[in-house]
């Protein structure tokens, strides 16, 4: 993602645990220790909000999405993954 938006651009990325990304520097990424279900990241800032492999560890879903949504601005997209973990048996 931070090759896609270049120089002009940032790239946020926040987790509760970011020690896994205490090593990625790149000029454009920001690396935030945040909990979703607590509130958005920055609202209305943000084009896109992308998540993988993060809503079946979160125990309050629909605030956990609600602030994804609140941190888009208007016309901005969501992009969630989640793995299939029934099929991995």
Do not use: K, N, W
């Amino acid at each position: 993602m931070a090759e896609r938006v270049g120089a002009s651009g940032c790239v946020i990325a926040a987790d509760m645990d970011p020690r896994f990304l205490e090593d990625f520097d790149v000029p454009c990424v920001e690396v935030l220790r945040h909990d979703i279900t607590t509130g958005p990241v920055q609202p209305g800032e943000f084009d896109l909000v992308h998540c993988r492999a993060l809503l079946s560890h979160v125990e309050d879903l629909t605030s956990a999405i609600d602030h994804m949504l609140t941190s888009l601005r208007p016309g901005g997209t969501i992009f969630i993954e989640e793995p299939d973990y029934g099929a991995m048996e």
